[in-house]
Nanobody
Framework: EVQLVESGGGLVQAGGSLRLSCAAS????????MCWFRQAPGKEREGVSCISNIDGSTYAADSVKGRFTISSDNAKNTVYLQMNSLKPEDTAVYYC??????????????????WGQGTQVTVSS
């Protein structure tokens, strides 16, 4: 059974930090790209940051560049999102997703066939 389990969300003040984790099981983690998406109330889901476990290439949305860092621990089958200098506009449900055989990472959502349940991140001003 495939599982993506996110953790680490919560309430933080603007300027603070959070570290999200996504523990994966049930598929060959090394053969996948992993991506963090987020969806704020009333907005479409958007790609935040992605990493290919095949070649290590990464992607970060302009809105989070310099603040968020994605990393992957293949020994633990876990992907992380370190979020620093958080802003109220970062408030959203954050989802972890996995796409097979993706080398050049993309946030094209239909390519991601496994999704987690999401974790809430709330940034207060």
């Amino acid at each position: 059974e495939v599982q993506l389990v996110e953790s680490g969300g919560g309430l933080v003040q603007a300027g603070g930090s959070l570290r999200l984790s996504c523990a994966a099981s049930g598929f060959t983690f090394d053969d996948y790209a992993m991506c963090w998406f987020r969806q704020a109330p009333g907005k479409e889901r958007e790609g935040v940051s992605c990493i290919s476990n095949i070649d290590g290439s990464t992607y970060a949305a302009d809105s989070v560049k310099g603040r968020f860092t994605i990393s992957s621990d293949n020994a633990k089958n876990t992907v992380y999102l370190q979020m620093n200098s958080l802003k109220p506009e970062d408030t959203a449900v954050y989802y972890c997703a996995a796409a097979p055989w993706m080398v050049v990472v993309t946030t094209t959502q239909y390519k991601y066939n496994y999704w987690g349940q999401g974790t809430q991140v709330t940034v207060s001003s």
